[in-house]
């Protein structure tokens, strides 16, 4: 077994929380955690069980750091991307890598310089489920699909006024937060889109989007995509071939078990996944990267193409 990938972490918030709960599952150790606040760091380190803690700068200069999660509101992605490059640091960098093509590229171009390894954690990508989305596709089940429908959605209360997806200056809104995934699986299964007509309503008065459609066109198949904080719209994925669908509940972000729906000539058949942490799928997926060079499902270079999509998709707004 190849030797644990040491970690630290940029932003110990909401979402690091859940991915210190992956990295559990698997034999890599978080050595460091970096916040703004060095008492919030300390505090984060104790309750995730790092040894240090400091700034974000302190976790880039540790020499037993090798790998860095960055976990930081959007429009900080780059930067301290880049940043980490410059320290030899490989990234697991959330998603959206950064919020417009222009700048995906710089990462892209700041990490392969460096020779690390870059990914953007779009987790959903990691569960197995998608295995077998894929192999019914290429065993011809639905034959050549022609749509595909992707929604993410939920209702963001009042009470989340001060959220980082609702602030335009750390590049909020509802496409970047949920409608990439959409963007990201429909680039997934159709490749690259020839057109996006899109809607994007500020329906909040935020000065980002917080309430949007798009449809892309892939040759002669279409995508539906859809995300929202103004509803409980949940998230799905329907993929609809010539001769049958897949339908994927709960798509994106899966805390019990996952399910899926394949129906074709032969009538339905569905399968249940056990609940896993996809997460932890993730950061094994990455370890793998760095310690035996296998491919990643989710490298930094694809997040170019999806802030493509979502360029020409904001330009509606
Ligand atoms: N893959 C997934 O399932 C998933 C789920 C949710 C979110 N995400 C992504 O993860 C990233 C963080 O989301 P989150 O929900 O974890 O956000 P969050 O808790 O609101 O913020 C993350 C951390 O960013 C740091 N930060 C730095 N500057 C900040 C500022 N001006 N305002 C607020 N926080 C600031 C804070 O840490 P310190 O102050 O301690 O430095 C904060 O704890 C986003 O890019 C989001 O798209 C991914």
């Given at each position: 077994?190849?030797?644990?990938?040491?970690?630290?972490?940029?932003?110990?918030?909401?979402?690091?929380?859940?991915?210190?709960?992956?990295?559990?599952?698997?034999s890599?150790?978080?050595?460091?955690?970096?916040?703004?606040?060095?008492?919030?760091?300390?505090?984060?380190?104790?309750?995730?069980?790092?040894?240090?803690?400091?700034?974000?700068d302190?976790?880039?200069a540790?020499?037993?750091?090798?790998a860095?999660?960055?976990?930081?509101?959007?429009?900080?992605?780059?930067?301290?991307?880049?940043?980490?490059?410059?320290?030899?640091?490989?990234?697991?960098?959330?998603?959206?890598l950064?919020?417009?093509?222009?700048?995906?590229?710089?990462?892209?171009?700041?990490?392969?310089?460096?020779?690390?390894?870059?990914?953007?954690?779009?987790?959903?990508?990691?569960?197995?489920?998608?295995?077998?989305?894929?192999?019914?596709?290429?065993?011809?089940?639905?034959?050549?699909?022609?749509?595909?429908?992707?929604?993410?959605?939920?209702?963001?209360?009042?009470?989340?006024s001060?959220?980082?997806?609702?602030?335009?200056?750390?590049?909020?809104g509802a496409?970047?937060?949920?409608?990439c995934?959409?963007?990201?699986?429909?680039?997934?299964?159709?490749?690259e889109?020839?057109?996006?007509?899109?809607?994007?309503?500020?329906?909040?008065?935020?000065?980002v989007?917080?309430?949007?459609?798009?449809v892309?066109?892939?040759?002669?198949?279409?995508a539906?995509?859809?995300?929202?904080?103004?509803?409980?719209?949940?998230q799905?994925?329907?993929?609809?071939?010539?001769?049958?669908?897949?339908?994927?509940?709960?798509?994106f972000?899966?805390?019990?078990?996952?399910?899926?729906?394949?129906?074709?000539?032969?009538?339905e058949?569905?399968?249940?996944f056990?609940?896993?942490?996809?997460?932890?799928?993730?950061?094994?997926a990455?370890?793998?990267?760095?310690?035996?060079?296998?491919?990643s499902?989710?490298?930094?270079?694809?997040?170019?193409?999806?802030?493509?999509?979502?360029?020409?998709?904001?330009?509606n707004?």
């Amino acid at each position: 077994m190849s030797a644990p990938l040491r970690w630290g972490i940029l932003g110990p918030g909401r979402i690091a929380r859940q991915w210190v709960e992956g990295l559990r599952d698997t034999s890599d150790r978080l050595i460091a955690v970096g916040s703004r606040d060095r008492d919030v760091a300390r505090r984060a380190a104790d309750e995730f069980g790092a040894d240090r803690s400091g700034s974000y700068d302190d976790v880039l200069a540790d020499p037993d750091v090798e790998a860095v999660y960055i976990s930081l509101p959007n429009s900080m992605h780059a930067e301290w991307t880049v940043r980490a490059a410059q320290a030899g640091k490989h990234i697991l960098c959330e998603k959206p890598l950064a919020p417009t093509p222009a700048e995906c590229e710089r990462v892209v171009a700041a990490g392969a310089s460096r020779g690390v390894h870059l990914v953007e954690a779009f987790m959903y990508r990691y569960h197995p489920r998608w295995q077998a989305v894929w192999r019914a596709i290429e065993a011809d089940r639905i034959g050549p699909i022609r749509l595909l429908r992707a929604m993410f959605g939920y209702s963001m209360g009042a009470d989340r006024s001060t959220d980082i997806r609702l602030n335009p200056t750390l590049a909020g809104g509802a496409i970047q937060d949920v409608g990439c995934y959409c963007v990201n699986v429909a680039r997934w299964f159709l490749g690259e889109p020839d057109d996006v007509r899109g809607f994007a309503l500020d329906r909040r008065d935020a000065g980002v989007d917080t309430h949007s459609a798009a449809v892309t066109r892939h040759g002669d198949a279409m995508a539906e995509l859809a995300c929202t904080f103004d509803g409980p719209m949940g998230q799905a994925v329907e993929i609809v071939g010539e001769r049958g669908r897949i339908d994927i509940p709960i798509a994106f972000v899966v805390r019990g078990e996952a399910k899926l729906t394949i129906t074709d000539q032969r009538g339905e058949d569905r399968e249940v996944f056990p609940a896993m942490n996809q997460y932890g799928l993730e950061i094994q997926a990455f370890h793998a990267l760095v310690r035996a060079d296998a491919p990643s499902l989710t490298p930094g270079s694809d997040a170019i193409a999806t802030q493509r999509v979502i360029a020409a998709w904001q330009a509606n707004q």
